[in-house]
């Protein structure tokens, strides 16, 4: 089992995912990107595509993003 860590996923509206997950993989403006616990810290840009992600609990979700932007973390 991978390491957990804290996932948000935030619109302009409001927060719409916040917990504890394996894995993020992301649509990244220069491909697609996997996010796993004790990532480099980076920030890029998300162009419009599906966000999945694997939470802790092994369910996986998918949404679709329009745009915007990633903000990695080394702890959160």
């Not at 390491?3 to 917990?19: I, N």
């Amino acid at each position: 089992m991978a390491e957990a860590f804290k996932f948000e996923l935030v619109s302009p509206e409001r927060l719409l995912v916040s917990e504890q997950v394996e894995s993020v993989v992301i649509p990244g403006a220069e491909g697609e990107m996997t996010v796993m616990a004790q990532h480099a810290p980076v920030m890029t840009t998300i162009k419009p595509g599906v966000v999945t992600v694997k939470a802790a609990s092994g369910k996986e979700d998918r949404y679709v993003v329009f745009g915007g932007f990633a903000d990695i973390l080394p702890y959160g």
